[in-house]
């Protein structure tokens, strides 16, 4: 549906995005993942139409949106601040691109009550000032705002980095039941980890400038394609050279010579599996408690690993034990030395 070809933005000598391909399809909800400054906000604004590219052509559907305006590409989006108008009421906000576009009050009024319902607003909250509201209540404002226009693409820039942690656990999943619902196509820009992960249909995991991989949060997770995807995505251990071949001797396994791997810390733990074919010795020099799971870092051959334990009523470990660390040989994910 949406397709970015040879993208190149530049910032006077400055290339932000160099020669980008993308393809999203419709109906799906795709993240832009990546630090600050990586260039994933750069792209979402080109889309719009607030950056005009140096090179290459946005299309969705078949149709050249390059040089489109921005408010003719029917692109709806949502900003990490809302942008809502602090003199203006809840309807007002709501209503402001219709009223824009000169609809009449009776089908505004209609097209608002339809929206609100569906982003968990009352009608009765209608007239208060937005300045009254609280963070996720003017978080469904803004994603009524865009969505009332009926876009055929909607934009979400960083919108729920505003708000604690708890009300952001509880948006996510209202996000995406309403894209769900809604079947619109969404794109999702965000520096948050687990929000891409149980967010995304597939994500674009951004460095520099360049797309690293594009997958689903699983082939991001477990098949990381880059050194730089593995290491930005979750807690992950790394283990040197001389650690790799220790597990591929112990295991029978050939990875290559100097060789540099990653393990997820959950892939590795204190009691031997039916999938273990590797032990590695190691001192407990540190415990953290979690609630559900204990995370314990170990000192190997002077690597730090870290693995995380159900908190199942046994008893726990203490700093200065020696332990042993399971794993299997096939969770490594292998990397030539260099890069990060």
Same mark, same amino acid.
């Given at each position: 549906?949406? =397709?970015?070809?040879?993208?190149?933005?530049?910032?006077?000598?400055?290339?932000?995005?160099?020669?980008?391909?993308?393809?999203?399809?419709?109906?799906?909800?795709?993240?832009?993942?990546? /630090?600050?400054?990586?260039?994933?906000?750069?792209?979402?604004?080109?889309?719009?139409?607030?950056?005009? /590219?140096?090179?290459?052509?946005?299309?969705?559907?078949?149709?050249?949106?390059?040089?489109?305006?921005?408010?003719?590409?029917?692109?709806?989006?949502?900003?990490?601040?809302?942008?809502?108008? /602090?003199?203006?009421?809840?309807?007002?906000?709501?209503?402001?691109?219709?009223?824009?576009?000169?609809?009449?009050?009776?089908?505004?009024?209609?097209?608002?009550? =339809?929206?609100?319902?569906?982003?968990?607003?009352?009608?009765?909250?209608?007239? #208060?000032?937005?300045?009254?509201?609280?963070?996720?209540?003017?978080?469904?404002?803004?994603?009524?705002?865009?969505?009332?226009?009926? /876009?055929?693409?909607?934009?979400?820039?960083?919108?729920?980095?505003?708000?604690?942690?708890?009300?952001?656990?509880?948006?996510?999943?209202?996000? %995406?039941?309403?894209?769900?619902?809604?079947?619109?196509?969404?794109?999702?820009?965000?520096? *948050?980890?687990?929000?891409?992960?149980?967010?995304?249909?597939?994500?674009?995991?951004?460095?520099?400038?360049?797309?690293?991989?594009?997958?689903?949060? *699983?082939?991001?997770?477990?098949?990381?394609?880059?050194?730089?995807?593995?290491?930005?995505?979750?807690?992950?251990? #790394?283990?040197?050279?001389?650690?790799?071949?220790?597990?591929?001797?112990?295991?029978?396994?050939?990875?290559?010579?100097?060789? %540099?791997?990653?393990? #997820?810390?959950?892939?590795?733990?204190?009691?031997?599996?039916?999938?273990?074919?590797?032990?590695?010795?190691?001192?407990?020099?540190?415990?953290?408690?979690?609630?559900?799971?204990?995370?314990?870092?170990? *000192?190997?051959?002077?690597?730090?690993?870290?693995?995380?334990?159900?908190? *199942?009523?046994?008893?726990?470990?203490?700093?200065?034990?020696? #332990?042993?660390?399971?794993?299997?040989?096939?969770?490594?994910?292998?990397?030539?030395?260099?890069?990060?």
């Amino acid at each position: 549906m949406i =397709e970015l070809k040879n993208i190149t933005v530049n910032y006077g000598d400055f290339t932000a995005i160099a020669g980008l391909d993308l393809s999203i399809r419709q109906g799906e909800f795709f993240t832009f993942l990546g /630090p600050s400054g990586c260039g994933k906000t750069t792209i979402l604004r080109t889309l719009v139409g607030f950056i005009a /590219p140096a090179e290459g052509s946005i299309e969705v559907n078949g149709k050249d949106l390059t040089h489109v305006p921005v408010e003719k590409r029917k692109i709806g989006i949502v900003f990490q601040n809302y942008a809502l108008f /602090p003199s203006m009421n809840i309807f007002e906000n709501i209503a402001f691109g219709l009223k824009v576009a000169k609809f009449s009050k009776e089908y505004t009024g209609r097209k608002v009550k =339809e929206v609100i319902e569906k982003v968990d607003l009352k009608e009765d909250q209608l007239s #208060r000032n937005v300045s009254e509201l609280s963070g996720g209540q003017q978080q469904r404002v803004a994603l009524a705002r865009a969505i009332v226009m009926e /876009p055929e693409i909607l934009c979400l820039d960083e919108p729920l980095s505003n708000l604690d942690a708890k009300l952001r656990v509880g948006l996510r999943g209202e996000l %995406k039941r309403l894209q769900r619902d809604l079947g619109i196509t969404t794109l999702y820009v965000t520096h *948050d980890q687990e929000e891409a992960l149980t967010l995304s249909d597939r994500i674009a995991v951004f460095n520099k400038g360049k797309v690293e991989q594009v997958g689903t949060p *699983d082939e991001i997770y477990n098949h990381s394609a880059t050194e730089f995807v593995c290491d930005f995505i979750g807690d992950i251990n #790394r283990l040197s050279p001389a650690l790799v071949e220790e597990a591929a001797r112990q295991s029978g396994n050939v990875p290559g010579k100097n060789k %540099k791997g990653f393990i #997820r810390i959950e892939r590795m733990g204190t009691a031997r599996t039916a999938r273990s074919n590797i032990a590695f010795e190691g001192i407990i020099t540190d415990r953290e408690y979690y609630g559900i799971y204990t995370k314990y870092t170990f *000192d190997v051959q002077g690597n730090s690993l870290k693995c995380i334990e159900k908190n *199942d009523g046994n008893a726990y470990f203490n700093p200065g034990e020696k #332990r042993s660390l399971y794993f299997n040989f096939d969770d490594i994910m292998l990397f030539e030395r260099g890069g990060l």
